[in-house]
């Protein structure tokens, strides 16, 4: 299976990016090809909301490192959103990502493509990832995703929190059960 991770933290050796590299070496160890993307640091400019995309299959008038990002994720089979937790949500980059990818909502739903969420969190209250999972789930929902699950990672505000945390074994563990 080939699966995209799209990593959206800003910070290259976050804890976010952390997990990711776990998740990749259980996939990897698994037999799966790795589609490795840094969304964070792509060029990538905002949707503008000009619709000339008409939101499905026409292609966007921005010219930037999205047209391949887009390419990448349609060859994919599995998504992996990977993001430290900003204000209850996924980072800003990772979400301009997605947000251009609304020109291939069509082929990404019709695919029927598996999903995975990494997230790193400095808190540790119970609720803390209550508004992304609803966020991702409804994702899921709307793009048609097979969710194989999530890694919330609260109380990983830094590498050495989260080395010495279960998350990294858990982003791992998901990956060779795929």
């Known amino acids: ?104 909502n069509q082929q990404i739903t019709e695919k029927r493509m598996k999903s995975a969420l990494l997230v790193s969190a400095w808190n540790e209250d119970d609720w803390t990832m209550t508004a992304l999972e609803v966020h991702y789930e409804t994702l899921c929902r709307y793009l048609n995703f097979d969710n194989k699950g999530m890694v919330l990672g609260i109380g990983c505000g830094t590498i050495a929190a989260t080395k010495e945390s279960q998350f990294p074994q858990m982003a791992y563990e998901l990956a060779k059960q795929l």
């Open 1 to 104: 299976m080939k699966i995209a991770i799209l990593r959206g933290s800003p910070c290259k050796s976050g804890s976010s990016n952390f997990l990711a590299d776990y998740f990749i070496r259980g996939a990897k160890e698994s037999g799966h090809e790795i589609i490795d993307i840094d969304v964070a640091h792509a060029d990538i400019h905002p949707c503008t909301g000009c619709k000339a995309c008409g939101f499905h299959g026409k292609p966007c008038v921005l010219n930037d490192a999205m047209a391949e990002i887009k390419a990448q994720v349609l060859m994919a089979d599995m998504l992996v959103f990977v993001t430290p937790l900003y204000y209850f949500g996924m980072s800003a980059q990772l979400k301009m990502c997605l947000d251009r990818c609304c020109s291939i």
